[in-house]
């Protein structure tokens, strides 16, 4: 037998039968029911899986407070919102001034020229004029 026949006969991929002109299956009627009762099932199954992980997070969470009361430790966010806090507001009575975010003289073009005039002294006479022309 070739592949077109035992499609044709069902033995193939159920869709080819169809293709080929096969019969059609009627569909179970309570095929939508039971769907339902599947999604349903499924459904509740992931809601008692979250609840059990849950759970489980919430023990662990426990556990970590528990160290971090002993050791004297904070949590990661607090932390972190402490030291973003500390980096905004400068110190009240600081000796120090706060750091600027883009240095002094990145960028200028009268600092460009000035190294190129320092560079400029330590050339010899004719070389300097060369490079100014």
Do not use: H, W
Not at 28 to 47: G, M, N, T, V, Y
Not at 70 to 84: F, I, N, P, Q
């Amino acid at each position: 037998m070739n592949f077109v026949m035992k499609a044709a006969m069902g033995g193939g991929p159920p869709d080819v039968g169809k293709m080929l002109g096969g019969e059609e299956k009627e569909e179970d009627p309570d095929a939508a029911k039971k769907e339902e009762e599947r999604q349903e099932a499924l459904r509740q199954q992931e809601e008692e899986r979250k609840g059990k992980y849950s759970k489980m997070e919430a023990e662990r969470e426990s556990m970590r407070q528990g160290i971090r009361d002993k050791y004297g430790l904070k949590k990661r966010e607090e932390a972190e919102a402490e030291a973003a806090a500390a980096a905004e507001e400068p110190a009240e009575g600081s000796l120090t001034r706060p750091k600027k975010l883009v240095p002094a003289g990145c960028g200028d073009e009268e600092e460009e020229e000035s190294i190129m005039d320092t560079v400029m002294k330590y050339l010899p006479g004719p070389l300097q004029d060369m490079l100014k022309k």
